[in-house]
């Protein structure tokens, strides 16, 4: 799993933020308390998605536990998923054996400092013990690991064996059965064995959408570097590319929609919300913004940028500034700028339309609740009600056609 799901703060209402950096935290501390400090490495982001589904199923409460201040969160406490909770450690056994399968695919590559013989071996030595180290922790709670040293080991051999016309899909298959099977432990761990379809459903989507927007942000590097990447391999246009992550969003969203849950809060957020968030900002990055700024049907053609090409605009040759002088600018008989004039050569700044004082009202914004968007938001250029996360419940153009409205803080789902 790679890291999409990485939700902000000035996003999420205050309830649902802290359960996730419980989930977080815990996943976090599992791994040192199992396994010492260095298992920490193997953390991601995604990997939480497992304790928060299970947690979503479970019928008894969640165990949590105090930690200590921390610097990652400020030197400040929480209440955090304790060691013992099954979806901890679960979490915990997926990340250090995908870690491992990871780590040994960057010494197979020479990457960096691992073109060094004596750091190779080292790294190898590493991956080796979380890989025994996953292996003990999914045997005590029933999970084998071997279907994730299976995906990693069939992910090899595809990569070698992948064509110029082939599917794309072909690549992501490994990701996308190791995630399933993950997702799908979690039914049986909540003692909800009707889910586990419905769950590896997910986790396949996810995986799909997963391993596509790796290769999307790492397509310029894997060429400068000649490694290799599913979208180059394969010949995929970054149009099919992002079909392929709306379409399996889409089916993700009726899959969970199934599944049966007791709290679907966060989980929703998550692989809903967030998911479709890391898609629209991944693809918009890399220069193709879902058309007319919504993430439904296809998008157009479109070629994928080389090293050469600028990044991190959508604008290949800077946004386009309106002059609100159509006949020409009126003269000026003193050195300063007139208050209505637009900053030259650049964007606008993010936040309402309506003229501001750049900086302090920019600051004002980007604290506010949802009304700084950035550049790859869907919702950068609506209205001051549109994007405050207080003021919409949801993400569908319909409120009345779904059920997001659920949150206690502020009557919407953020």
């Known amino acids: 799993m790679f890291g999409i799901v ?3 703060r000035h996003r999420m209402c205050a309830n649902l933020h802290a359960a996730w950096l419980g989930h977080l935290c815990g996943l976090c501390l599992t ?6 400090h260095r298992a920490r490495l193997t953390i991601n982001y995604d990997g939480l998605l497992i304790s928060v589904l299970l947690a979503a199923q479970s019928a008894t409460p969640t165990r949590y536990r105090q930690a200590g ?3 990652l969160r400020g030197f400040q406490g929480a209440s955090v998923l304790s060691p013992t909770d099954p979806g901890a450690r679960l979490a915990a056994a997926v990340s250090l054996v995908l870690a491992a399968g990871k780590t040994r695919d960057h010494v197979a590559d020479r990457d960096g400092a691992l073109r060094v013989a004596a750091f190779a071996g080292v790294a190898g030595k590493l991956a080796d013990r ?8 999914g045997d005590a709670i029933g999970f084998d690991t071997g279907v994730l040293l299976d995906a990693v080991a069939r ?6 064996a992948i064509r110029p016309g082939a599917s794309v899909l072909l690549a992501t298959e490994p990701t996308e059965s190791a995630v399933a099977a993950a997702f799908a432990h979690t039914a049986t761990l909540a003692g909800m064995p009707g889910n586990a379809s419905g769950l590896a459903e997910i986790g396949r989507y996810f995986g799909r959408i997963a391993h596509l927007l790796d290769a999307v942000e790492d397509y310029a590097d894997d060429q400068a570097r000649s490694v290799f990447n599913p979208l ?3 010949g995929t246009e970054l149009a099919e590319a992002r079909r392929l992550c709306e379409d399996a969003h889409h089916g993700l969203r009726l899959a969970l929609a199934d599944v049966e849950l007791r ?3 966060l989980a929703r957020a998550l692989l809903v919300r967030e998911v479709g968030d890391a898609i629209d900002r991944t693809f918009t990055l890399a220069h193709h913004p879902s058309p007319g700024g919504h993430r439904s049907g296809p998008s157009a053609p479109a070629r994928l940028r080389t090293p050469v090409e600028p990044v991190g605009s959508p604008y290949p040759h800077g946004e386009p500034v309106r002059s609100p002088y159509p006949h020409g600018e009126p003269v000026r008989h003193s050195g ?3 208050g209505t004039e637009r900053h030259p050569g650049g964007p606008r700044p993010d936040g309402c339309d309506a003229p501001l004082l750049i900086g302090g009202a920019c600051a004002l914004t980007a604290c506010t609740c949802g009304l700084w968007q950035p550049r790859w938001s869907r919702i950068r250029r609506e209205k001051c009600s549109s994007r405050c996360w207080c003021t919409r419940c949801c993400d569908c153009p319909d409120c009345s056609a779904c059920d997001w409205c659920s949150c206690d803080c502020c009557g919407c789902d953020c």
């Open 155 to 160: 992910q090899t051999t595809l990569e070698h």
């Open 69 to 71: 201040p921390c610097a």
């Open 130 to 137: 979380w890989a025994a180290a996953g292996a003990r922790t």
């Open 263 to 265: 709290d679907r809060t």
């Open 232 to 234: 180059r391999a394969t």
């Open 6 to 8: 990485r939700p902000c």
């Open 336 to 338: 300063r700028r007139s």
């Open 31 to 36: 791994l040192r308390d199992e396994h010492g």
